[in-house]
């Protein structure tokens, strides 16, 4: 499937920064409509402001995709354009600590905003694809769907998880060949995460080599 990305409407979560932020001005250069949405709304506005500057028109939305109604809204948000062409499913959250002494209550934010808020996402984005019987979703998944990561056993949950979820729903709507779900497995990436993950190790974190810059994956 090719899709033109100019006047395309994208959907882009936890867009306000990494690999949310180089992807939306990616898209922007390519001249697509998009509707940006994280929790931070300064620092989300500041990259639909560099979006508008490379081309490519930008909505800030401020969005927690771990509430389902917030999620709704962003998508009747971006559906008051006419269409959603792409919705990439960005958001990631980690927390890095021996199991049993990481709280639970960081375990579960881990599995609500990585899994479950993909799942509002998607829940959010299908209806919209269906309709039009057409549209790409996008998860944002990692490496780790493959590979366990001890010490970040709630974060290796989400992403094996999410990859199931892909599959599952992959499956589902393999009888409509306009829409498709599609997975990114990155590697390690240079983004804030780690320095925003609950960090129950008691020393700086970093990630092992070679370290991904953002701004060089791929493009759209």
């Not at 979560?13 to 940006?36: D, K």
């Not at 969005?63 to 269409?83: E, I, M, Q, R």
């Not at 980690?94 to 990585?114: C, S």
């Not at 094996?160 to 990155?186: M, N, Q, T, W």
Request: hydrophobic share 45%.
């Amino acid at each position: 499937m090719t899709t033109n990305l100019e006047d395309a409407v994208v959907v882009i979560t936890g867009a306000s920064s990494g690999i949310g932020q180089a992807a939306a001005e990616a898209f922007a250069r390519r001249g697509s409509r998009l509707v940006l949405a994280s929790r931070n709304g300064a620092a989300l506005e500041k990259v639909a402001e560099v979006c508008r500057r490379l081309g490519g028109e930008a909505t800030s939305v401020v969005a927690d995709v771990t509430d389902p109604d917030a999620v709704k809204a962003l998508a009747s948000k971006a559906a008051s354009f006419g269409k959603i062409d792409v919705w990439v499913s960005n958001v990631g959250v980690g927390a890095v600590g021996r199991f049993e002494e990481t709280l639970i209550e960081a375990h579960e934010q881990v599995i609500r905003a990585n899994l479950l808020g993909h799942i509002n996402d998607a829940h959010a984005a299908l209806p919209v694809f269906l309709r039009q019987g057409t549209g790409v979703f996008i998860n944002m998944i990692s490496l780790g769907g493959f590979a366990a990561a001890p010490f970040a056993t709630a974060y290796s949950a989400s992403k094996f998880g999410l990859r199931g979820f892909s599959e599952a729903l992959r499956a589902e709507v393999a009888d409509k060949p306009r829409i498709h779900i599609c997975d990114i497995y990155p590697a390690f990436v240079d983004t804030p995460g780690l320095m925003h993950g609950a960090n129950y190790v008691g020393r700086k974190v970093s990630a092992p080599p070679p370290l991904i810059d953002a701004g060089a994956l791929p493009k759209p």
